[in-house]
Each structure stands twice: as C-alpha cells, then as structure tokens.
C-alpha cells in the first residue's frame, strides 16, 4: 500500500466553519448575500484596519477585474503587471480589452523591479501608451517593495492596484498587505492561507467606492422596481454559505499565518549549511511574510527537477515557482521590461509543502526525502 500524499497547501478547517454553514442553512440564506457575507467583510475590515471597506466576492480575480473597471481601465488600454505571477493577476486585464505589459522582478522578494517599472513607464509613454494602472503582486505572501514602488507611480500619477491574494497576515512596516494602495484584492481559495472554498474581497478605501464594487458584482441593477440596467454587471458576488466557512476562517487566521511561519522555519532548519540552496526570506526587518508557501531557489534547473521528482517518488508534492507571464503562449505578443530575473526565479525555484495542517509524520517524511536526496541521511 502506497503512503499517503503530503499537498502542498490543502484546507485546514478550524472547528466553527459549520456552526457558521448550518446557521445559513437554517436560517435559508444560501444566496449570494445575507448576514455571514456583511459578517465576513466586517471580519476583514477589522483585521486590516486602516479604515478599509472590504467587499466579498466570488474569487480573487473577480476582485481584480472589479478593481480594474474602477479604476478605468477599457479596451485599448495598457496595464503593467508583474511577470512572475500567476495568470489571474494577468487575464482580468484581457477581460477588460486592455494589454498587459509585463515588468521583470528585482532578487530580493521575487516581485515587481521598481527600477524595471519605471524603464516600462518611460517606454509606453514614449510610444504615446501612458499605462492606466500597474498590478503589483506579493508573491507566496512576501511584501513586494511598497515604498518605491509607490514612489514610482505616484512620480507618473499611475495608480496600483494591489495584489495581496497570497497575503493575508504579511505586513510591510507593520501595516498589513491589502492596505497600501486605494484598491486591493485578496483571495481565498482552496489552497491559501485561509479559504471560503472559492471566493475573495476587494479592498476599498470608503464605502462609496465599496457600494460601486457591489453594484458592479450583482449584475448592476438599477434602483427600480422593475429590472433595468444601465450598466454592464457581472455575478461576483460571495455566497452566504461560502462566506460562512470564511467567518469560522478568520478566528483561526493568526494561528494559521504561525504555522505556516513554523514551517518555513523547518525548512530554514534542514537547509542550513547546503551549499547552493536559499529560501525566500524576507530582506530586512521591515517586511513580515506570513510564508503562504516556502519557495526554495536551488543551484540549477536539473538540481530543482530531481529534487522535485524525488519528493514525487515519495508521494510528496512541490511544485515549480510560477511561470513568468511573459513566457506564456497565451501572451507572447505582449511587451516585456526587464532582465531575466524571474526567468532565473522560474527555472531553478520551487516552492515545498507549507501546509498548517502538516503534522510531524509528515514533517518526518519531507525531512527524510531531502536529507536522501541531498545525500545527508
């Protein structure tokens, strides 16, 4: 009998999500509104602060795409996005007509070179393309570089939207991620580092802004007691029952982001001292990851896949860093700035099972199939 799979990154329920889920069930509101929904994005604003007003939708990327319609992205625009990222920080700039314009990462936090972004800035400006908005990511939870980031766009009066889907419980300067920029998105599907099963919330700064957000998710309907619309909505509004699992979620959100931090430790542990193999950490003391996933950069290529097929022997599984958008076929006509940093990033990173719920067998297990591999049993 084969062992059991050890994921990557799968759920870990806390205990109260089904008081919350029988609540919806019982009260009959399994509709994509009702009281756990309000209480979910009351939940989040709380923990956020920073005055936020946070709307619960569907998925991260329906987050995404709403923050892109209010920030006025149409068709024929150009939006700058991070290259090292996955796809759902990419596609919603389609959705909306637009071209995505992808900017190399700088080695530190593995996210958006400030000093690529402005060489993108100056080049589509010359070419008559100022962008409309830059899409900045903190990747596997890591704060991206907030201050010179910011200070980039603000010196082009382009405004960020900012992706904190992997980075509920980071903090840059002890201000949490999700709150730096006007709008934010965040996400909270299966994998991450709490879940609703699927879904997400953009992060806005006032509750006019929030109310636009709604109206936009609920197919925009107009206040009337007929159906009329006088704009084009979409159905990205959160579920009562999903945002029900989310509430029981959030109790459990501080001991989750601890545990996740607990096994980046591990394996900071197990790789001390091996020549040619660095964690993603964070550069100084400003930045607080909450380590969604550990993400490992080995010596090579070759050393990363026999280090990834060797745990897959053992039912194991990792996986490699993101690949870079600007390698994607599905975008091989958008521009690119930068080097090949995140090239680099892709082609020798891989990110190590990080999960909360990860028990000491487990740990057992994972410490064993790289100590074999790294011939130090």
């Known amino acids: 009998m084969g062992k059991d799979k050890i994921w990557l990154s799968s759920p870990h329920m806390g205990g109260t999500e089904q008081k919350y889920v029988k609540e919806a069930f019982d009260d009959n509101w399994v509709a994509p509104l009702g009281p756990h929904v309000n209480g979910l994005e009351a939940d989040l604003e709380s923990f956020l602060g920073e005055e936020k007003k946070v709307a619960a939708v569907s998925a991260g990327t ?37 071209t995505p314009v992808f900017v190399d990462s700088e080695p530190d936090t593995w996210n958006i070179c400030p000093n690529a972004l402005e060489d ?51 903090t840059y300067k002890g201000k949490n991620c999700g709150t730096f920029e006007e709008l934010a998105i965040l996400s909270f599907n299966g994998n991450k580092i709490i879940t609703t099963s699927g879904g997400g919330a953009l992060v806005c700064p006032n509750e006019d802004l929030k109310k636009k957000a709604v109206f936009l998710a609920t197919q925009a309907r107009d206040q009337a007691p007929h159906y009329q619309h ?10 009562n029952i999903c945002a029900g699992i989310g509430r029981g ?13 607990a096994m980046h430790a591990f394996y900071t542990e197990i790789f001390s001292g091996v020549e040619g193999i660095t964690l993603l950490n964070e550069p100084g003391e400003d930045y607080f990851c909450n380590h969604w996933l550990t993400a490992i950069l080995t010596e090579s290529f070759e ?13 194991i599984e990792s996986r490699p860093i993101w690949k870079p958008m600007h390698l994607q076929p599905v975008f091989k006509n958008a521009p690119y700035y930068g080097g090949q940093v995140a090239e680099d990033i892709f082609d020798r990173g891989l990110c190590l099972p990080s999960g909360s719920n990860l028990t000491d067998t487990d740990r057992d297990r994972i410490r064993a199939a790289i100590m074999k591999f790294l011939n130090l049993e």
């Open 62 to 98: 329906a987050a995404l795409h709403l923050a892109l319609i209010l920030s006025g992205v149409e068709a024929g625009d150009e939006v700058i996005c991070q290259s090292l990222t996955f796809s759902a920080s990419a596609n919603p700039i389609v959705y909306q007509g637009a």
């Open 120 to 170: 993108a800035i100056k080049a589509r400006i010359a070419l008559g393309n100022k962008p409309k908005a830059i899409i900045a990511v903190h990747l596997y939870g890591m704060p991206y570089k907030v201050d010179e980031v910011k200070a980039v766009a603000e010196k082009y009066g382009i405004p960020v939207i900012e992706d904190a889907a992997e980075a509920l419980g980071s």
């Open 230 to 239: 006088s704009h084009i909505g979409y159905n990205y509004r959160m579920s």
């Open 249 to 261: 979620q959030m109790e459990v959100l501080k001991e989750r982001v601890t545990q996740r931090r």
């Open 303 to 315: 050393q990363r896949e026999a280090l990834r097929l060797a745990m897959e022997e053992d039912n």
